[in-house]
C-alpha cells in the first residue's frame, strides 16, 4: 500500500513499536479482506487509516493507557495521576502542539475544531450556534484536522531531517 509508510510513521509519533505496528497493519488488511465488497469506500487511505487507529484505541483501552487519541482526534487533555510523571509531560508537551497547530488555523475553522474537539460540542449544535450548515461545520472540521495532520507529519519529517544531518555530521567528524 502506497500510504504505509505514512501510516508507520504516524503510529512512531505515537511510541507503537514496529512489532506492534506490523501486527496493526496486519490486522486492518485482515479487515479489509472480510469485507464482502469495497464498493462503498469512498477514500481508501482514510478508510484504512481509521481502521488502523480505531484497532489502535481499543488496544489502549484494552491495556488501560491512558493517552491523547490519535492526532486526527484531538480529544480534551487531562492528567491522569495513573502516568508517570515523564508520561504526564510527555502527553502535556503534545497536547500544547496541537494547541498550537489548531490556533494557526484559519479563524471560522479553528472555532469550528475548537468547539468539536476541546469543548466536545456536537456538530448540531455548533452549526445552531454559528447559524451555519452541518455540513460546513464537518467539511470545516475536515479541513481542519488535515491541515493539522500535515503540519504535524511536515514538523515530523523535518525533525528526523535535522536528527540525521545531526547523525551525519557525527559520522564526518569521527
Given at each position: 500500500m502506497p500510504y504505509e509508510p505514512r501510516i508507520r510513521?504516524?503510529?512512531?509519533?505515537?511510541?507503537?513499536?514496529?512489532?506492534?505496528?506490523?501486527?496493526?497493519?496486519?490486522?486492518?488488511?485482515?479487515?479489509?479482506?472480510?469485507?464482502?465488497?469495497?464498493?462503498?469506500?469512498?477514500?481508501?487511505?482514510?478508510?484504512?487509516?481509521?481502521?488502523?487507529?480505531?484497532?489502535?484505541?481499543?488496544?489502549?483501552?484494552?491495556?488501560?493507557?491512558?493517552?491523547l487519541e490519535l492526532i486526527a482526534e484531538v480529544d480534551a487533555f487531562?492528567?491522569?495521576?495513573?502516568?508517570?510523571?515523564?508520561?504526564?509531560?510527555?502527553?502535556?508537551?503534545?497536547?500544547?502542539?496541537?494547541?498550537a497547530l489548531i490556533d494557526a488555523l484559519p479563524n471560522r475553522c479553528r472555532e469550528i475544531v475548537r468547539l468539536r474537539k476541546l469543548e466536545d460540542w456536537p456538530q448540531k449544535r455548533i452549526a445552531a450556534h454559528l447559524q451555519i450548515s452541518e455540513k460546513t461545520v464537518e467539511a470545516q472540521i475536515r479541513i481542519g484536522l488535515r491541515a493539522i495532520r500535515e503540519a504535524w507529519d511536515k514538523r515530523d519529517a523535518e525533525t528526523w531531517s535535522r536528527s540525521d544531518d545531526r547523525h551525519q555530521a557525527g559520522a564526518k567528524v569521527r
Open positions: 510513521a504516524w503510529l512512531r509519533r505515537w511510541q507503537v513499536s514496529p512489532e506492534d505496528s506490523d501486527e496493526l497493519l496486519q490486522d486492518a488488511y485482515c479487515r479489509i479482506a472480510l469485507l464482502e465488497s469495497v464498493d462503498h469506500i469512498d477514500r481508501p487511505v482514510a478508510y484504512f487509516f481509521s481502521i488502523v487507529r480505531n484497532l489502535l484505541a481499543r488496544r489502549h483501552r484494552r491495556q488501560r493507557i491512558v493517552s487531562q492528567d491522569s495521576p495513573a502516568l508517570g510523571l515523564e508520561d504526564q509531560m510527555s502527553d502535556r508537551l503534545i497536547y500544547e502542539k496541537i494547541i
